[in-house]
């Protein structure tokens, strides 16, 4: 008999080792990223290992720029993997490496093809020279049958001579597993157990044409090799175990114990999808009557593609392109990949809080809670069988509470980084001080890092290019009330103009005394004009705040203007 070949397991610790297994195509998703926390969890609060693997055979799919944007994804959410590619953040520290590497599938094919030898030998795999002509046409004919389609085994019926003339000849050929008759029970710790019958499987391919094992092989020979006790994936894949079951078996391979994670929908009961953020896009054209594309797109898109996506409820814009029309459209996407909800200022850690949640959930009424917790309590016991909603007003007030919570110098910290990373040109036109003082006038009323920088836009705005909108709430400040608002800030000017000490304490002591003479004492009468003048609308922190961050030069023009637009 030949022998196998060997899996090394010398180097592998006592506790379960799980693995996340990503396909580095588009962004880490929201519900990859809870695969692995559960991973992470699982493994971390057993003594055993996390690992990381870069699924990427699928050549055409995959990106380098991907694999990058995953690792960093996963390292932004704390999730961080015992073992791995190696990594290196930008402060120097390092993560990953280990003695199971390479950790991406597409420097490993020397090793399944090793394996694939090994079943070609054993009987278990052929070659198969079936043209997808020929494949097409016997898979049109089952549909015409209304019998489900299965190959029908034909490489099978060559001679072994035959087999090594299409060898030499170069035929492009796939490799074939061959599936044992009878049926495969499926054990799962959160599903249960379930039968596939006979004849459901029938002989897949785990060799490509182009060279490349198919995933179904790769991870089956990876998982053994790398030690992984427990495989915990969404539940799309259940049904693919019945493959990976006949190669262990195939292999003479250890079978891991499965655990298939409920799927996470929109609280609809839709998909989580790329497309949700179009269809917010759409939505908001459609309120405005856009038939054309805004000009502050710069013609990144012609007026025929803006028709055609507009028509079409599958077609997806341009990620930059998406991202500027909603700025444009003043609408948040919402958000899908782990990078949307970093951009729109969620904390790593109420991201995972709220992840956790989705499938699982520690009881005795527990919501709130950090990765330690997570680690000492994940049990596959209480994952939930049946889809997750993912309540995104939860989530939103999961972060607001940890924002609002937070000391001031750690916002002050948080959002100077996020400012960096997605505002630089915001946190440029601001010195330190000012950018404190907005930080600090924001902080209470901020539900993610981000409103600081979407809603405080006229802070950075140029004094001369402020606007002032036609929107009833400005007009309403402006010209409704006995006197009329402007008559309000007119009556103010020469005040302000004339104090020296510009803190909010005397601006405050300032405005109370004229509104004592001049509104009956009601401090919004003689403040409200004030804020629409300075900041172009009707909300801002508070307004002695608002004043003293853009200074007194800054404030006395644009009240000037204020007077002039209003005014004519
Ligand atoms: N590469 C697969 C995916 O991204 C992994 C599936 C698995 O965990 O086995 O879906």
Not at 14 to 33: C, E, I, K, M, W
Not at 186 to 206: R, S, W, Y
Not at 208 to 226: C, I, N, Q, R, S
Not at 493 to 516: G, N, R
Request: proline share 6%; aromatic share 8%.
């Amino acid at each position: 008999m030949t022998p196998k070949v060997s899996s090394p397991d010398s180097s592998l610790p006592a506790g379960p080792v799980t693995r996340f297994a990503p396909s580095p195509s588009g962004h880490l998703h929201v519900g990859g990223a809870r695969t692995a926390l559960f991973c992470w969890a699982f493994a971390n609060g057993r003594n055993g290992t996390f690992l990381l693997r870069i699924e990427d055979t699928d050549q055409k799919r995959s990106s380098d720029a991907a694999s990058i944007g995953f690792l960093n994804d996963l390292d932004w959410l704390g999730i961080h993997w015992n073992e791995g590619p190696a990594f290196t953040r930008p402060d120097g520290t390092a993560l990953g490496g280990g003695a199971h590497g390479p950790y991406f599938q597409s420097e490993r094919a020397d090793t399944y093809n090793r394996y694939i030898e090994q079943l070609i030998r054993d009987g278990h795999a052929y070659h198969a020279f079936d043209t997808p002509e020929e494949l097409d046409a016997k898979r049109k004919a089952s549909l015409a049958t209304k019998t489900p389609y299965r190959y029908d085994r034909a490489a099978l019926q060559l001679s072994p001579a035959e087999v090594d003339a299409h060898l030499r000849a170069g035929t492009p050929a796939v490799v074939r597993c061959r599936v044992p008759a009878g049926p495969i029970v499926i054990k799962d710790e959160i599903l249960g157990e379930a039968t596939i019958p006979a004849g459901e499987v029938d002989d897949f391919v785990i060799r490509k044409v182009d060279g490349f094992p198919t995933y179904h092989f790769a991870v089956v020979v990876d998982d053994e090799l790398m030690g992984v006790t427990h495989v915990l994936r969404a539940q799309e894949h259940f049904t693919n175990t019945a493959k990976h079951m006949v190669l262990q078996d195939a292999l003479g391979f250890r079978r891991p114990t499965y655990a298939h994670l409920p799927l996470i929908f929109n609280p609809d009961g839709s998909k989580m999808s790329k497309r949700d953020k179009d269809k917010t896009l759409r939505a908001a054209v459609q309120q405005k009557g856009l038939t054309e594309p805004p000009a502050d797109l710069g013609g990144a898109i012609t007026a025929e593609a803006w028709k055609a996506w507009f028509g079409d409820k599958n077609k997806q814009l341009d990620f930059d392109i998406a991202a500027k029309l909603a700025a444009i459209l003043d609408v948040t996407l919402p958000e899908i990949n782990v990078d949307d909800f970093r951009r729109s200022g969620y904390l790593p850690s109420v991201v995972c809080n709220f992840l956790a949640l989705n499938g699982w959930s520690p009881g005795e009424n527990i919501e709130k809670f950090d990765l330690e917790f997570l680690k000492a309590r994940f049990d596959l016991s209480r994952v939930q069988k049946t889809p997750a909603k993912f309540d995104r007003v939860k989530l939103l007030s999961f972060n607001c509470d940890a924002i609002t919570s937070m000391a001031r110098e750690e916002f002050l910290r948080l959002s100077i980084a996020h400012g960096e990373q997605f505002h630089p040109a915001f946190l440029k036109k601001l010195t330190r001080e000012q950018f404190a003082m907005l930080a600090g006038a924001s902080h209470e009323r901020s539900k993610t890092l981000d409103e600081l920088f979407r809603n405080n836009r006229w802070v950075t705005a140029a004094d001369g290019a402020l606007t002032w909108d036609d929107s009833k709430n400005v007009r309403k400040a402006m010209l409704e009330g006995t006197p009329p608002g402007i008559e309000r800030l007119r009556g103010l000017q020469p005040t302000l103009t004339a104090l020296a000490d510009w803190s909010p304490a005397a601006l405050e002591a300032a405005v109370k005394l004229f509104a004592d003479a001049n509104t009956g004492g009601n401090l919004g009468m003689a403040a409200q004009p004030l804020r629409v003048a300075v900041t172009g609308g009707t909300v801002s922190p508070p307004i002695f705040d608002t004043l003293a961050i853009l200074g007194k030069e800054s404030s006395l023009v644009r009240i000037s203007r204020c007077l002039a637009h209003f005014g004519s």
